[in-house]
């Protein structure tokens, strides 16, 4: 089996799925549309008859900054409970979505539509829900845990350093470690997720267990493939913000070109969040 | 403090030969310092003897004599600055066990006099008190020291070196040692003494003092110190080489000590630096002779860890500029050397101020595009001249160094640099990428920080007794700097230089206070100015002025009863309407209130200028005193108003809210949209980085 191969096929079925992707940026699109309109209210009430609105919209500039961390200095607590709280909801959401997703993408002689779509997503939230509650178990374990046990053991070069060398070393080892081990986790749980799908299973915790002997079988492969997927999104999020870097942003005509650009890139990351899972099933499909 | 030239004239040919080494006759240091002190690497230990001779300039008969013993900061957690650590929220240092550091005088001994030793006994001047504090102690002299009289102390002291937690001690192999010796405080006449304990939040105060020192450590160390190399003698038996130092005219004295510094001399050469043009122009704008102006060569000398070596460059070239513009701008660099000094690695005593010697400080990898180390060797070089020359004290009145050189240090790196880039920095490599667009001065990111402050306390305050660190900082350093910048629009550019190079130069090596400081502003500004300090340095109040309504409309026909020719006449909505209707040029009532909405008040001969700008692209300039809290300015017009602004060109920098200063008729909508949109990604984004968890 060629990674390589599984790839391509995993865009070509992200592809024929599209409709999902549109559904997802429908959702995202509108609930962060709906976090966004007090902020915008929030700006306008002062700045929008002040000349310091101009200056707001030519570009960052340090006065403007500075007045509005004056004025909200006292709510910059209730911001972080603004974005925390949402959050949590939206990760509700997502573990609700992820039934719609994997469940289009597995029976792909099948058009996907509202209900079909909804009605998979419904068919494994509780499934989907009891594993996103081992997932967390883990990730404290392995990213937490065994990240904090490495960084304990390299500490031991550090604490003894001399010069900055063995902390430069070592912070970008861990930042590499913590990655590593992060994509790990979480392309386990891809298939996981994948496996309790295809097999209509409703034993968590045995098909988890199942899905780590399938993984350990063909380890490098497999992971190949997730960091592969993750390459491309590294790509389109460098096209991105190469492109942005250099456009005009200060009149309406250029506000407007680059809110498109920008919700291109959301759609450009969806389509790479539908291509693991799509080019996963295949993999999964090919073994099993 | 004045200085009574008979009683000095007396003391140089009767009791003090030492006085001959002074070069500059006009000016004579009141104490003279001659230290030996021996490093003992293995035990961390420093074991010294001092000569102090010390000269009584007052009138008063001074029966006591105080020293500050800053090292037993370090000895346990009943010192004053360990109790205000734990008391703090922001500033916490920690020593570990085995680390502490601590200084004893085994002996202290008028010369050829009275044992003193038995007299010692520890003193905490300070509120709140902290008695078991060991910083400060006094002795009892047997006989009072009359004016114009001198006397001379030897001392032996041991001091343990603390692993550095606050600015002096040691790390792996690396010493740096500063606030090392008992040093006698300031007597001020009719006062006493001024000798405070070493707080957390505080830095120094001393007497310009001759110092001659000898520094014995073993032979592998690289030595770096205040003043100048005069000899160098090895010991080959013990492994020993003494270096002995001089310096006149300063107040201080720290040393470094490591064995893997690299050591580079360097020349300022004055020619060579700083074009006859600039001299001219900067004789000009100070109505000075050029000879006055004219600076002299400075030997550089730079401590620098090998690690950093391809940073040597960069590290001269700052220091070039500062040397230059602070020399042009205030005065020549009077000393003949300059001792920059990298940090060692975690040696925690970076960016720190002695006199003719500092500490910088770096990283292994520095983006180009941002100003560091420049920033911190152009600020503590400047130090030189705030605190190193205009010696005020420190423990009361912090800004008239920090205040000041923070504004002088950004006016030196806009002059030279220009703007500097935000960075951020990942597994220690500095990223600039993507976020270098957005450039700043100095002065941007100072407003930003001095006006949240507001409200907790004044800028001038004693040090130790702000409300927090945070409030203790941002005060002396950013809010104290935004004032001089306000301060700096309000009298001229030319006027504010000329204001510094006064006062610097009328105070060099002498202790000015803030009272000094507003003198000198008011007599070269030949304004009273007294009220900007009332306001916004002795007063937590806040400043914010701004137009709080625009009302702009068409004049109608009245309505209603008139007295026309003997007759009453009614003038109905119909015929009103209909007069209007045949009016060419209809007129417009504009009328713009304007508020105070701080508590600062402006004063003197100062006024905020109102500028109304109208529809047709006319103006209306108005001046306000901005005494009371409001005031309302009216215009007739041909057209309606687009917008009125109050102090339109932002002179009071120290404005906590620049955003009502102006306001429009009509609203815009861009700016907040764009911004929302920019939000609106970031929320997008987040969301599908939280959803990764799903
Ligand atoms: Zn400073």
């Known amino acids: ?288 | 403090m004045r200085i009574k030239i008979i009683h000095i004239l007396i003391s140089i040919f009767l009791m003090h030969p030492l006085i001959l080494y002074s070069q500059d006759k006009k000016l004579i240091d009141k104490v003279k310092y001659e230290i030996w002190v021996e490093l003992d690497h293995q035990n961390r230990m420093l074991y010294g003897r001092e000569i102090i001779s010390w000269l009584n300039d007052t009138e008063d008969e001074i029966s006591d004599f105080w020293f500050h013993l800053y090292w037993n900061a370090f000895k346990n957690e009943k010192s004053a600055v360990l109790e205000e650590s734990r008391e703090e929220q922001f500033y916490r240092i920690k020593v570990k066990d085995g680390e502490w550091g601590w200084i004893d005088v085994r002996n202290i001994r008028i010369v050829d006099g009275a044992d003193l030793t038995p007299t010692i006994q520890f003193v905490s001047p300070d509120e709140p008190k902290r008695i078991d504090d060991q910083t400060v102690i006094k002795v009892i002299l047997p006989k009072p020291l009359k004016p114009g009289e001198w006397i001379n102390f030897e001392i032996i002291f041991e001091a343990k070196i603390p692993r550095t937690v606050l600015r002096a001690g040691y790390y792996h192999n690396a010493y740096f040692i500063a606030q090392w010796f008992p040093k006698p405080g300031v007597y001020e006449e009719g006062k006493g003494w001024n000798c405070h304990q070493y707080h957390l939040t505080s830095e120094f105060y001393a007497d310009f003092a001759e110092f001659k020192v000898h520094i014995t450590v073993p032979q592998e160390f690289v030595v770096g110190a205040s003043g100048k190399l005069i000899s160098l003698k090895e010991n080959k038996e013990k492994g020993t080489v003494t270096y002995i130092y001089w310096q006149n005219h300063i107040h201080d004295f720290a040393w470094t000590a490591d064995p893997d510094y690299i050591k580079i001399e360097r020349l300022f050469i004055a020619d060579k630096e700083v074009s006859k043009e600039e001299y001219r122009e900067v004789a000009k704008i100070l109505n000075l002779p050029l000879e006055d102006i004219k600076l002299k060569d400075v030997k550089m000398i730079l401590l620098i860890n090998p690690e950093h070596k391809n940073q040597i460059e960069r590290h001269f070239k700052a220091l070039r500029i500062a040397i230059k513009y602070h020399g042009l701008w205030y005065g020549p660099y009077p000393y003949e050397t300059i001792t920059m000094v990298d940090p060692p690695f975690r040696s925690r005593c970076g960016g720190m101020e002695y006199p003719t010697l500092f500490t910088a400080g770096t990283r292994i990898f520095q983006s180009k595009k941002v100003l560091s180390p420049e920033g911190v060797i152009v600020h503590e070089f400047g130090h030189g001249y705030w605190y190193g020359m205009c010696a005020n004290n420190e423990f009361e009145e912090a800004w008239l160094d920090e205040g000041i050189n923070t504004y002088s240090t950004g006016k030196i790196l806009a002059k030279a640099y220009g703007p500097s880039s935000f960075f951020i920095r990942i597994g220690g490599i500095p990223y600039t990428r993507y976020i270098d667009s957005v450039k700043y001065y100095d002065f941007q990111l100072d407003r930003i920080l001095g006006i949240q402050i507001v409200k907790f306390d004044p800028i001038v305050k004693k040090s130790w007794k702000f409300y927090n660190s945070a409030s203790y900082g941002l005060n002396v350093y950013q809010r104290a700097s935004t004032c001089l910048h306000t301060l700096e629009r309000l009298l001229g550019e030319d006027i504010m230089l000329k204001v510094l190079r006064t006062f610097h130069m009328k105070y060099r090596f002498k202790h000015p206070n803030t009272q000094d400081f507003i003198s000198v502003v008011n007599e070269v500004s030949g304004r009273d100015m007294r009220w900007f300090f009332n306001e916004l340095f002795f007063k937590a109040n806040e400043f914010d002025y701004g137009v709080s309504s625009l009302i702009s409309k068409k004049i109608k026909t009245a309505r209603g009863v008139f007295d026309k020719n003997g007759k009453k006449e009614e003038i109905t909505s119909k015929m009103a309407k209909e007069i209007d209707k045949k009016i060419k040029e209809p007129r417009y009532l504009t009328i713009v209130k304007v508020k105070r909405f701080g508590e600062a008040k402006l004063g003197g001969d100062v006024k905020l200028k109102v500028k109304v700008v109208f529809e047709d692209g006319t103006e209306e300039i108005k001046y306000w005193d901005g005494k009371s809290r409001w005031n309302e300015f009216r215009f007739i017009k041909k057209t309606k108003a687009k917008y009125a602004v109050i102090d339109p060109e932002n002179i009071f920098l120290i404005d906590s809210n620049i955003t009502n200063n102006s306001l429009k008729l009509k609203p815009s909508r861009k700016g907040a949209l764009r911004w929302s949109n920019k939000v609106l990604f970031w929320i997008q984004n987040f969301l599908q980085y939280v959803s990764i968890f799903s």
């Open chain 1, 1 to 288: 089996m060629r990674i390589f191969k599984v790839f391509i096929n995993g865009i070509l079925t992200a592809n024929n799925n599209y409709k999902i992707i549109i559904y997802l940026w429908v959702i995202n699109f509108l609930y962060s549309f709906m976090l966004v309109v007090p902020i915008y209210f929030l700006i306008n009430m002062d700045i929008s008859k002040s000349l310091m609105g101009e200056r707001m919209a030519q570009g960052f500039d340090l006065f403007w900054l500075g007045d509005f961390i004056y004025k909200f200095r006292h709510i910059s607590l209730a911001l972080i409970g603004w974005v925390i709280f949402p959050a949590l909801i939206y990760l509700l959401l997502y573990i609700f979505l992820n039934g719609g997703i994997i469940g289009r993408l597995s029976v792909n002689f099948e058009k996907v539509n509202l209900k079909n779509f909804f009605s998979d997503c419904g068919q494994f939230f509780w499934r989907f829900f009891k594993l996103f509650l081992i997932s967390i178990i883990v990730y404290i374990i392995f990213v937490g845990l065994i990240y904090k046990i490495i960084g304990s053991i390299l500490e031991i070069f550090t604490k003894r350093a001399v010069t900055e060398w063995p902390l430069i070393i070592v912070s970008n080892l861990k930042i590499i470690i913590f990655l590593l081990l992060f994509t790990i986790i979480n392309m386990f749980f891809d298939y996981a997720k994948i496996r309790l799908v295809i097999s209509n299973s409703k034993k968590v915790l045995r098909e988890t267990l199942f899905t780590l002997n399938f993984l350990r079988r063909r380890f490098f492969k497999v992971w190949a493939l997730y960091l592969l997927i993750c390459l491309l999104f590294l790509i389109i999020t460098i096209i991105y913000l190469e492109t942005a870097h250099i456009m005009p942003k200060n009149t309406m005509f250029f506000i407007f070109l680059i809110f498109i650009f920008q919700q291109i890139y959301i759609f450009g990351r969806l389509w790479v969040r539908l291509i693991f899972f799509a080019s996963e099933i295949e993999f999964y499909r090919y073994f099993v």
